[in-house]
């Protein structure tokens, strides 16, 4: 089944018009890099696949679920790293991923643990924590209970190098293992190694649908007008 169908979808803020009528789909085992400038509607998007926008028009659904008639049921398949993430200050790490483990009814906190690289401080409070950090913890509690879809706004940013190839590969093995990614970024040199696909937005528009082994066309969009 078709992981994300977004269909002739609009988002409307009064007279500002953000999406202007995008469709596309991402199929499970695809990895599709979310580029475009800053105000492209990239974010915009995301919360509406996520559900914390509704469309003013058109139709997003996930695995078969709409998202506007079914929110829970959507999000419950879905894996998000905001791009600010929110999380309860008052645990620890460890903590953090025992309870969306726990939440989701499945999880390996061992796994999760390894993948935020933070050692010892896994038992300091995340109050306590840098914004990479924060963002690592995050990342390791969206992708804990292997969701079907992953949905990434800017959540490498901060991050250092290794700790984002860490992440970079954990999200190649969730796609080889057959989830759906996707990675909101403004870094095209991220997507290299591991998106399957590059979708450009700008000015609320689909400008660029195309195979990631054409990723030097879409970066010569990129500062284009």
Known sequence: MTAIVV????KQFGRFEAVKGISFTVQPGEFIGFVGPN????S?????????????????????VSVAADPNAARAQVGYVPEEPKMYDYLNAREMLEFVAETRGKGDVGWALELTGLGRDAERLIQEYSQGMRRKTAIAAAMIAEP??????????GL?????????RALDQARADGAAVLLST??????????????????????ADRPADQLDEVRGLFGAH
Not at 7 to 10: L, R, T, Y
């Open 148 to 157: 079907p879809v992953l949905i990434l706004d800017e959540s490498l940013n």
């Open 160 to 168: 250092d190098p290794p700790s984002a190839a860490r992440v970079l």
């Open 7 to 10: 269909q002739d979808v609009h």
């Open 44 to 64: 915009t998007t995301i919360k509406m696949l996520t559900g914390q926008l509704m469309p003013t028009a058109g139709t997003v659904t996930l695995g078969g």
């Open 39 to 42: 105000g492209a509607g990239k």
């Open 186 to 207: 403004h870094v095209l040199d991220t997507l290299e190694k591991v998106a399957t696909r590059i979708i450009m937005l700008r000015g609320g528009q689909i400008i």
